[in-house]
């Protein structure tokens, strides 16, 4: 019984690891893309307000 446990364990184990590296990576691409979505909105902004802008041109 000892051995059925261990082999359940070794043959999860990449599954999770694979999982967990997934996860971090579409983590940090979301992260990355919020945070220069965030920079790139304040940047329009000031140039929007040099500019005497008050709204976006759509």
């Known amino acids: 019984m000892d051995n059925f446990w261990v082999s359940a ?16 990576v579409m983590r940090s691409i979301l992260r990355s893309d919020r945070t220069e979505r965030k920079v ?8 929007r307000a040099k500019l005497g802008l008050d709204k976006p041109v759509t």
């Open 9 to 24: 364990f070794w043959s999860l184990l990449p599954t999770v690891a694979i999982g967990l590296i997934f996860w971090f």
């Open 40 to 47: 790139y909105a304040r940047i329009e902004a000031e140039e």
